[in-house]
């Protein structure tokens, strides 16, 4: 794990990247989630993140279990909190391993396991003025 962090600030893809680089890798899979402007036909005007202390933990741990099932070089996973605008990024993520497909496996698996359970919670709002959490227990 070269890079586990749940922050404030904007996120940088080349930083994540970077954090995964190596010459043994043949294959890095970047993934970035973005805040778009629409979720179930209904229009987003912005969205907030917010996190359990614990979430970097979980992150930690999760990225753990990818470096387990995977033949993982290096791991790297950044989540924002806080305010966010259409466009902004919200996850960073990405996975080296010595093939492309692999690489590609463990991205996917990534997200799929932070999205269920690192405790981090969306609360959505939408054009019409309603809101609603996402993600909650």
Do not use: N
Not at 13 to 33: N, S
Not at 43 to 69: C, F, N, Q, T
Not at 105 to 130: M, N, Y
């Amino acid at each position: 794990m070269r890079l586990i962090d749940v922050r404030e600030s904007e996120l940088s893809l080349d930083e994540v990247r970077a954090a995964v680089a190596d010459p043994a890798a043949g294959g890095i899979a970047l993934f970035a989630g973005a805040v778009r402007d629409s979720d179930h036909d209904r229009a987003v005007s912005g969205l907030s993140y917010s996190a359990h202390p614990s979430a970097v933990d979980e992150l930690r741990r999760v990225a753990g279990v990818i470096a387990e099932k995977y033949p993982v070089i290096g791991i790297a996973a950044v989540h924002r909190v806080g305010d966010l605008a259409i466009g902004d990024l919200a996850v960073v993520l990405a996975v080296s391993c010595p093939h492309r497909s692999e690489a590609f496996d463990a991205c996917r698996d990534l997200i799929e396991i932070l999205k269920a359970s690192v405790p981090i919670w969306k609360h959505q709002r939408f054009g019409d003025g309603t809101a609603e959490w996402v993600g909650t227990p």
